[in-house]
């Protein structure tokens, strides 16, 4: 068994305790159970190194852990951050949770000096942190040394803003600073040091939709949309990428890194940001890209070649975006429906039964009241929901039943909307003509979440049909 310290954004630390082949993903996974988080696309694992020259890297989930902690531990404890790998839009996020750590990890990379605003948006965004921290605005509140603050901000300032946002709620001040977030320099952005050609230091940022290469001066030297990047490769310090201008012109840059591991770290940033934000699906050429040792190649070869035996993925990206948006989404609906379906049991007998959802299906699992959901078995609310009489034993489901219940959960779900999962759609986003909102969560958007078109308008609409079948 091997012990991990995972520190938390807001200083929070959890100690998890694996088996000594379990991989990363297995660690992820434990600490964002803990945490109540399901969105777990968007975080990584990042490896503290203090005493070591090797360069700080994400830990690839789908490889096994202690060989990727190399010294990094003492006295048998590896040390791990809990960092957000992936930085979307507050809107796309679902779990009040989720945002609440991508909130932290914002707060301490601009404690850090990470991140740098203007004093007018650093006065927003301290206002908005002290409403979420302390509530309410008091003149006491001034004299706390806790009370939050950043560079070129002033007190008075601060304090008129927090007065500005009397009763607003923390969860919304939240959100609010998410947004205000968006547009500080350097947000979500992956940072690499590169040697230029006459040897001087530069800096290249992995973002969401670009790389950017500049000096240690700030100065811009190129910046490679992610969309014109043909091929990348590397081989031991050098980086080559491959790219096709908008003219049609094709070129090449080389970046020569410090080391081949620092190498193979941008290497898998690029491939990671630019399958996450701009693929429509992660393709199966870098799902399946990894390598073996001269052992395990000779096993792979007496067996098959598909086998799993020590293989080392290169990437561990498994959804791009849009996919895990729509993966989570649908997770949390089945969460809350079977919870529907279960009732409310708090403070019943049965207020400890326990219900799972498969992370991977986005189907809920085990069993809620003793009835399972898989398996080709029928809830009591699909029995009465589908018109059958049947009796208090559990009974299988024939095809037909099962055929009829999907068909209601697609209807069912096609009409909900996809920002609340609440309500019915019922405006039209103009112009481009997506429908996939109800009116209160439309009235917040100001860009259309499916073709990522500004929305001038939108247009009540009335559907001919209800969204729920009649019960057959």
Request: hydrophobic share 35%.
């Amino acid at each position: 068994m091997a012990v991990y310290h995972v520190r938390i954004p807001g200083a929070l630390v959890f100690e998890v305790e694996l088996a000594a082949d379990a991989d990363g993903e297995d660690c992820l996974t434990e600490v964002c159970r803990r945490l109540g988080v399901i969105e777990v696309d968007y975080f990584g694992l990042h490896i503290v190194r203090d005493r070591s020259r090797t360069p700080s890297c994400w830990i690839n989930l789908r490889n096994r852990l202690m060989p990727q902690m190399g010294t990094s531990g003492s006295a048998g404890v590896f040390r791990l951050h809990l960092k957000v790998k992936f930085f979307v839009e507050p809107h796309l996020l679902l779990q009040e949770s989720t945002r609440h750590l991508f909130y932290m990890y914002v707060r301490e990379e601009l404690k850090s000096g990470r991140l740098t605003c203007n004093p007018d948006i650093a006065t927003r965004i301290c206002g908005l942190i002290a409403q979420a921290k302390f509530g309410d605005h008091w003149p006491s509140v001034l004299a706390e040394p806790s009370y939050p603050h950043l560079p070129n901000t002033v007190p008075q300032r601060v304090s008129e803003e927090h007065i500005a946002r009397r009763s607003t709620t923390r969860s919304t001040c939240e959100y609010l600073m998410l947004q205000l977030a968006l547009k500080l320099k350097g947000l979500g952005l992956e940072w690499h040091k590169a040697q230029g050609v006459r040897g001087d230091l530069l800096h290249v940022s992995v973002g969401t939709n670009a790389v950017v290469v500049q000096r240690e001066d700030g100065t811009k030297m190129h910046r490679i949309l992610f969309l014109a990047i043909q091929k990348a490769s590397v081989t031991r310090r050098l980086l080559s990428l491959e790219m096709t201008a908008p003219c049609g012109n094709a070129w090449k840059t080389e970046l020569q890194l410090f080391s081949s591991q620092t190498a193979s770290n941008l290497y898998r940033s690029i491939i990671e940001h630019h399958a996450f934000y701009s693929c429509d699906t992660v393709t199966m050429a870098v799902k399946n890209q990894c390598s073996r040792t001269f052992k395990n190649h000779l096993v792979s070869l007496l067996f098959s070649e598909s086998t799993a035996i020590r293989k080392t993925y290169y990437f561990d990206v498994q959804r791009t975006a849009r996919e895990a948006y729509e993966h989570f989404r649908r997770v949390l609906y089945h969460a809350v429906h079977a919870l529907e379906i279960g009732g409310d049991i708090s403070g019943t007998e049965n207020s400890q039964v326990r219900f799972s959802v498969d992370m991977k299906s986005g189907k809920p699992g085990d069993q809620i009241e003793g009835n399972e959901f898989e398996g080709g078995i029928l809830t009591e609310h699909q029995q009465q929901r589908d018109g059958t009489q049947w009796d208090d034993e559990t009974v299988v489901a024939c095809a037909t039943c099962q055929e009829k219940a999907e068909a209601w959960q697609r209807q069912q779900e096609a009409f909900l909307c996809v920002m609340c999962c609440q309500q019915e759609v019922g405006v039209v986003f103009c112009p481009c003509g997506h429908v996939i909102c109800c009116e209160p969560c439309a009235s917040h958007i100001q860009v259309c979440p499916v073709c990522r078109h500004d929305v001038e308008r939108i247009q009540q609409i009335y559907l001919p049909v209800g969204p729920f079948l009649p019960e057959a």
